[in-house]
RNA sequence: GCGCCUGUAGCUCAGUUGGAAAGAGCAACGGACUUCUAAUCCGUAGGUCGCAGGUUCGAAUCCUGCCAGGCGUACCA
């Protein structure tokens, strides 16, 4: 509907042109926007103030130009007028919403889709907590964003591959192993040390009970470097098992699960290293091995090999990246925790000296979760073991309110996370609010079908009983859609989404309180059957690109 | 010090990428259930868009400089 419009306007510029009355034909591109007192109209563009500058004219006699030679072939315009310095303001007639309908009708699940991605392939990466710990909040935001932003877009035509990468290699693992270990020998009564930069938390010791149960006596025999190796590797799986069987529970699955140990066992990083040595990108100082990111824009170079011969994480990262692209990738996405931002620019520095365009590779920085309860600040330390996992806020607060409640701010904000809030069942909780209008709907439609009411039928005949405004209204939101889906796929903003879903939930309430659905005129009651249909489509539609249920029931 | 992010109603936040008079929810106050689900709706009240300049027809939005908060600034990940 916005294209047609837009290209009448042009059609109109084109012919004051031709007319003698406009001197330039360089005509700026037309943009319509949705104003936001419905005073103003249903369109608006300010296309006659963009063009005074090149035709050298005032905006109102160029907008009065322009509205004198609109050709309305649709009859869709009730009435157009010049407003304020230079808009032209557009009424339509209700009938123009009404192919809306007809459109939410035919395409059902794939209403709002589009094809920017024209089968593009792209992989989005996140989550990627170490195995050395349950995932806790801060982790589930940034599941829910990346997950978000994977459905939304595939739904938009990209061929998208959701990926975790598992650091189960290096330091950090080492830690975990011996953090096992010395809780398997204090359970094996041997008095020993347990150091301050081990994991505290009382999952390592469930894990040393279970390996004292099933492999103590092995333990027992071997060496200590064997004993802490072993408990690394079962731990890292054991954990890496719970964080796959929590994430599902949030409804959240992936791909591939990519090992860093993979890249060192494939020679990976040696390899990566190398071509980056032949670029002349790598060089050795103090006794470690460099790479020359600052050459890429960095602020300064980054250590690819410690002086004690271990790689940096840094470097399997770069070998991991590389992999990516010779993945076939055309873009990567990489969802990081807000306090990983300082690692961009190198990560940035090193896709480009592997010869890919930096644009080919993109972070979404997700800002903290602050956890309260009822106000109060939840104290969490990693460290000392002290937080409340994930898995704890799914079964507190249940999937859908928390994928919800994370999506409901930009993702560049941090973000207070109230467990009593989210556990309440109330206007305070945006998610019920959403989910209820399809329960609601979903109740009306039973109703009608008692009633012999067909509920996924459009007609024409029927649709122009549509005609109240609460009825355009939201006719005007479904419209609006797919530009919603397009715009949050654009700048990978799934919140975009929730608060579409929370205005719409807001006009259909109101719409709902004030008129029945279900009337004696059988024409109408078709019609608002058929309209409510659609609110429920979309509503569905929007919550599943969320990850978040609709249900039939509340 | 430098870098990134954030400052909008009492609180929590949107703001269509530069548009018209600034938008919700919560909290406050007053109303609406014999009706398709009241987990809902209607109404009232609430603002120097952190501050100061600049860019232009027009700024919450872009630029510069301050102020405040968060994070980062490892041969940790």
Not at 12 to 29: K, M, N
């Amino acid at each position: 509907m916005k294209d047609t419009l837009k290209s009448m306007i042009l059609s109109a510029a084109r012919r004051a042109h031709e007319e003698g009355i406009l001197p330039c034909s360089d005509f700026p591109e037309v943009v319509l926007e949705t104003p936001k007192v419905e005073a103003h109209g249903d369109f608006s563009t300010n296309f006659a103030m963009v063009s005074a500058s090149i035709q050298k004219l005032p905006p109102k006699k160029i907008a009065q130009a322009v509205l004198d030679r609109l050709e309305d072939t649709r009859k869709w315009i009730q009435r157009v007028e010049v407003a304020g310095p230079g808009f032209i303001n557009f009424y339509l007639y209700p009938s123009a919403w009404h192919p809306v309908l007809e459109a939410v009708h035919a395409q059902g699940r794939q209403y709002g889709a589009a094809n920017l991605g024209k089968g593009r392939r792209i992989q989005v990466e996140y989550v990627s907590s170490n195995p050395t710990g349950p995932l806790h909040v801060g982790h589930g935001r940034g599941a829910a964003v990346g997950d978000s932003v994977a459905n939304i877009l595939s739904f938009c035509g990209y061929e998208v591959q959701r990926e975790y990468y598992v650091n189960d290699s290096g330091r950090q693992i080492e830690t975990l192993g011996r953090s096992v270990f010395f809780r398997l020998k204090a359970l094996l009564g041997q008095s020993v040390p347990f150091p301050e930069e081990c994991y505290q938390g009382d999952y390592i010791r469930s894990l040393a009970k279970e390996i004292l149960q099933a492999e103590g006596d092995a333990i027992a025999a071997g060496t200590d470097a064997d004993g802490i190796a072993f408990c690394a590797r079962y731990a890292a799986e054991k954990i890496t098992a719970q964080m796959e069987e929590d994430l599902r529970r949030f409804g959240v699955t992936f791909d591939r699960w990519f090992s860093e140990q993979s890249l060192y066992d494939a020679g990976k990083v040696d390899q990566t290293l190398a071509q980056l040595q032949a670029k002349g990108d790598i060089y050795e100082k103090d006794r470690a091995v460099w790479f020359r990111s600052s050459a890429y824009g960095d602020e300064k170079d980054r250590v690819v090999i410690r002086k004690d011969g271990q790689p940096t994480y840094f470097a399997s990262d770069i070998a991991y990246h590389k992999d990516k692209y010779e993945r076939g990738f055309e873009t990567v996405i990489d969802v990081w925790g807000a306090d990983h931002h300082g690692y961009i620019a190198r990560m940035k520095a090193a896709v480009e000296a592997l010869g890919h365009s930096k644009e080919r590779f993109k972070v979404i920085l997700v800002q903290l979760v602050n956890l309260l309860r009822a106000g109060v600040p939840v104290a969490m330390s990693t460290r000392a073991g002290e937080f409340v996992t994930l898995r704890e806020v799914i079964d507190e607060v249940g999937k859908d309110a928390a994928r919800f409640l994370f999506l409901t701010r930009h993702h560049e904000s941090p973000l207070d996370f109230d467990l009593e809030l989210a556990k309440k069942q109330s206007n305070e909780n945006p998610v019920y609010y959403v989910q209820y209008v399809h329960a609601r709907i979903s109740s009306i439609l039973n109703k009608g079908k008692e009633r012999g009411v067909e509920e996924a039928s459009f007609s024409r005949e029927a649709a122009s009983k549509l005609l109240v405004p609460e009825e355009i209204r939201l006719l005007k939101a479904l419209a609006a859609y797919p530009e919603v889906v397009r715009q949050s796929a654009a700048f990978m903003e799934p919140h975009r989404i929730t608060f579409y879903l929370m205005d719409l939930a807001a006009l259909f309430h109101a719409y709902y309180n004030k008129h029945r659905v279900l009337t004696d005129d059988p024409i109408l009651t078709r019609a608002r059957v058929s309209l409510v249909f659609g609110v429920k489509e979309v509503i569905r539609n929007g919550l599943s690109l969320l990850g978040v249920s609709a249900p039939k029931k509340m």
